[in-house]
């Protein structure tokens, strides 16, 4: 059964850092590519960024380019995703994902094979 667990989440003042985390298990780690999402209260789910298999290919939202890094470890099936310059509209809860392909992360969120429970992040102004 696959799993994917995040943690790092929780209130921060706007300007502040913040990095999650997601354990994953269950699952060939090596063979997938991770991404979160995240989801405002009232909107739908939006991509945020994406890794692929090997690490060697990174894609972000605009929105969080230049703020957002995702990263993954293969020894220990994690991956993580550093924020800086957190801003309110960054409030969200964000999700952990796992897909056999990198490209599904251009098109519907309802195609990513596996989700998370998700993390609440809160941005404070």
């Known amino acids: 059964q696959v799993q994917l667990v995040e943690s790092g989440g929780g209130l921060v003042q706007a300007g502040g850092s913040l990095r999650l985390s997601c354990a994953a298990s269950?699952?060939?780690?090596?063979?997938?590519?991770m991404g979160w999402f995240r989801q405002a209260p009232g909107k739908d789910r939006e991509f945020v960024a994406v890794?692929?298999?090997?690490?060697?290919?990174?894609y972000y939202a605009d929105s969080v380019k230049g703020r957002f890094t995702i990263s993954r470890g293969d020894a220990k099936n994690t991956m993580s995703l550093q924020i800086h310059s957190l801003k309110p509209e960054d409030t969200a809860v964000y999700y952990c994902?796992?897909?056999?392909?990198?490209?599904?992360?251009?098109?519907?969120?309802?195609?990513?094979?596996?989700w998370g429970k998700g993390t609440l992040v809160t941005v404070s102004s």
């Open positions: 994902t796992a897909d056999h392909d990198y490209n599904d992360y251009g098109r519907s969120p309802q195609v990513i094979d596996y």
């Open positions: 269950g699952l060939t780690f090596s063979r997938y590519a």
């Open positions: 890794v692929n298999w090997s690490g060697g290919s990174k």
